[in-house]
């Protein structure tokens, strides 16, 4: 498998989480914040930078929201206790709307090229 491959499917996870966490708008996620956040960790820095999304993989603009996307969820992890009382409050922190409306410009910006193969190379 070529790198450019490898890239392309890590794009594809990335996109899956950020419908995850949309999808999360109505609900807490289903198998809750800590996997939500481990998952977006799994493949990501620990801390994201622009040149973790190099082009033509990732649009400029897509690298730009995917930066301040994972921003957005280092602030949240910062703010939010170790142990919660529920999910449910920690979903209506300010922190975690600050997520989703970045979530949401992701979500929009990478589907203007949608997913990418995850068998051919760009």
């Known amino acids: 498998m070529t790198d450019k491959l490898t890239y392309q ?5 990335l996109f ?11 609900n807490p996620p289903s198998l809750g914040f800590n ?5 977006w960790d799994d493949w ?14 990732y649009s400029a603009n897509e690298g730009q929201l ?3 996307l994972g921003e957005a969820i280092d602030t949240f992890c910062k703010v939010t206790p170790q142990t919660m009382e529920t999910e449910v409050e920690a979903s209506h922190s300010p922190e ?8 949401h410009q992701t979500y ?3 589907m203007k090229r949608g997913r ?6 760009l």
Do not use: G, Q
């Open 66 to 68: 995917l930066v301040k």
């Open 44 to 57: 990501t820095n620990s801390s994201t930078h622009a040149s973790d999304f190099p082009a033509p993989i």
């Open 96 to 103: 975690w709307k600050s997520v989703l409306v970045l979530a």
């Open 108 to 110: 929009e910006e990478m």
């Open 16 to 26: 899956e989480i950020v419908e995850w966490i949309i999808e999360s708008d109505a």
């Open 35 to 39: 996997a939500l956040i481990n998952y």
């Open 116 to 121: 990418l193969s995850e068998v051919i190379d």
């Open 9 to 13: 499917r890590i794009r594809n996870r």
